[in-house]
């Protein structure tokens, strides 16, 4: 953990860990930084109406170059990106969420860890411009590569505004999935790390996030797996050295055949840190 006391982090925390019938603790100024269109409903779907001040980043754009996703709706990669761009914004303006609170870093959906340069210069310049004081975001844990790049860009963003001595926000990741011994797991962090706050989600709480998740209509098939999820967590996240791998043995994605397996994207995080000029861990 960082050695600063987390003010804004643990005041993010605490609005979202809030029950629904206590008074609402006062925000920090946020930005909600995710891969992809439907992530942040994954991590945090109960309590994004909690976030109607916030800002919305996404770092790719959810449609894989090879269109093999998109031809299972018999759509054109174009088409299919505008799909999911629509539905994003439909789930978004049912928690009271404007698009014009969304920006787009538009990297292609799977290859987000070939940008990380750019990108995490591009964050921390939006992150100082907002006066972000905390960020949402993924965790390092091996479930996807573009969350383990999005995780990247935001502790890299962070970074940088420290090095040139400007503030920088506390970061709160949001459960997601990883590998575990029998398949893949949801709705929890990898084990190892203390200090998440875990909520049991009501009724009503339920029923938002499942209508969010079926707002993303073409992801129907991927999201089955978080239909059943009945928690959301949230914790302060660690310091990450990204040129490591998250975790002993195969992660979650690299059965995938996707373009960026684990290897190469520790190789890809270390090659952004040195032209940075940023020492890991960060």
């Known amino acids: 953990m960082r050695a600063d006391s987390h003010r804004a982090g643990t005041a993010l925390i605490a609005a979202l860990r809030a029950p629904a019938d206590a008074p609402l603790p006062a925000i920090p100024a946020t930005a909600v930084v995710v891969a992809h269109p439907d992530d942040e409903v994954v991590g945090a779907g109960s309590r994004l109406p909690r976030l109607q001040s916030a ?9 894989p170059r090879d269109g093999r996703d ?27 969420i404007a698009a014009s609170q969304v920006v787009e870093f538009g990297c292609v959906d799977q290859e987000a860890a070939l940008a990380l340069v750019a990108c995490s210069r591009r964050l ?4 100082a411009q907002w006066g972000t004081q905390a960020v949402l975001t993924h965790p390092y844990e091996g ?29 709160v990741e949001m459960t997601s999935y990883h590998r575990g011994p029998d398949g893949v797991r949801t709705g929890r962090f990898l084990p190892g790390e203390r200090g998440e706050v875990t909520v049991d989600l009501t009724a009503a709480e339920l029923t938002l996030r499942r209508a969010l998740l079926d ?10 797996i978080f239909q059943g999820v009945t928690q959301e967590g949230w914790r302060i996240a660690p310091a990450y050295d990204f040129r ?28 952004a840190l040195a032209q940075l000029e940023l020492e890991a861990p960060l």
């Open 70 to 96: 998109a031809a299972t709706h018999a759509l054109s990669v174009a088409e299919y990106r505008e799909a999911r761009r629509r539905e994003r914004d439909a789930a978004l303006q049912l928690c009271g």
């Open 244 to 271: 490591r791998r998250p975790h002993a043995g195969p992660l979650w994605y690299e059965h995938l055949g996707w373009p960026v397996d684990g290897t190469r994207f520790c190789a890809l995080a270390g090659a």
């Open 124 to 127: 921390a310049e939006a992150l």
């Open 215 to 224: 707002t993303h209509a073409t992801q129907r098939r991927t999201l089955t």
């Open 143 to 171: 479930g996807h590569p573009d969350h383990e790049a999005a995780a990247f860009i935001v502790h890299a963003a962070a970074a940088l505004l420290r090095a040139h001595g400007q503030p920088a926000p506390d970061i």
């Open 55 to 63: 800002r919305f980043v996404y770092v790719t754009d959810g449609a």
